[in-house]
T-cell receptor
Framework: QKEVEQDPGPLSVPEGAIVSLNCTYS??????FMWYRQYSRKGPELLMYTYSSGNKEDGRFTAQVDKSSKYISLFIRDSQPSDSATYLC?????????FGTGTRLLVSP | NAGVTQTPKFRILKIGQSMTLQCAQDMNHNYMYWYRQDPGMGLKLIYY???????DKGEVPNGYNVSRSTTEDFPLRLELAAPSQTSVYFCASSSHRRQRLVNTEAFFGQGTRLTVV
């Protein structure tokens, strides 16, 4: 069983839609939960991170963590074509940073 | 501020050849990582380092070697290239404070696209 599971997509939505991206994990030691965005042929860039359970909002983006279910989500409101990218969840415990496979998101005008 | 710099950007190797992928960061980060990214497979950790002189294996270390003689540099060595090592390689760095387990952002380089033929 992989430590972090993420649907690879692609996920296609029209502009303005609400997008929900999700990951599940198996290692209860994970403490920090992150979302990275990766544009084509670029390195990943940190979008948001949260510590432990709860919600965190940043503009159109909301990160949600449910440690009891080992489930994290990223919501994108009013999605834009510029949001088209691969979104990778990541989580760490101490020195180990583990990534999901990434979900490719396509937002059409 | 350059961040994390990887060289080369592209490389084609023949089976059995050797090469070193270079990675340098100018942010004084103590942690550095090497990942490989295959289509649909996410990022897999090859090796990581928590400081100069200290390295440790990640998930997929076979066929690779690393060294960390300085804080800034973390080269990845492929000794006998194989087609299975065709991938995009990313180097990353981050800063961690052991006392508080504070997580800070991992910064990635632009990647090295390696093809082994």
């Amino acid at each position: 069983q992989k430590e972090v599971e993420q649907d690879p997509g692609p996920l296609s939505v029209p502009e303005g839609a609400i997008v929900s991206l999700n990951c599940t994990y198996s290692n209860s030691a994970f403490q920090y939960f992150m979302w990275y965005r990766q544009y084509s042929r670029k390195g990943p860039e940190l979008l948001m991170y949260t510590y432990s359970s709860g919600n965190k909002e940043d503009g159109r983006f909301t990160a949600q963590v449910d440690k009891s279910s080992k489930y994290i989500s990223l919501f994108i409101r009013d999605s834009q074509p510029s949001d088209s990218a691969t979104y990778l969840c990541a989580m760490n415990a101490f020195q180990k940073l583990v990534f999901g496979t990434g979900t490719r998101l396509l937002v059409s005008p | 501020n350059a961040g994390v710099t990887q060289t080369p950007k592209f490389r084609i190797l023949k089976i059995g050849q050797s090469m070193t992928l270079q990675c340098a960061q100018d942010m004084n980060h103590n942690y550095m990582y090497w990942y490989r990214q295959d289509p649909g497979m996410g990022l897999k950790l090859i090796y990581y380092s928590v400081g100069a002189g200290i390295t440790d294996k990640g998930e997929v270390p076979n066929g690779y070697n690393v060294s960390r003689s300085t804080t800034e540099d973390f080269p990845l060595r492929l000794e006998l290239a194989a087609p299975s090592q065709t991938s995009v390689y990313f180097c990353a760095s981050s800063s961690h404070r052991r006392q508080r387990l504070v997580n800070t952002e991992a910064f990635f380089g632009q990647g090295t696209r390696l093809t082994v033929v």
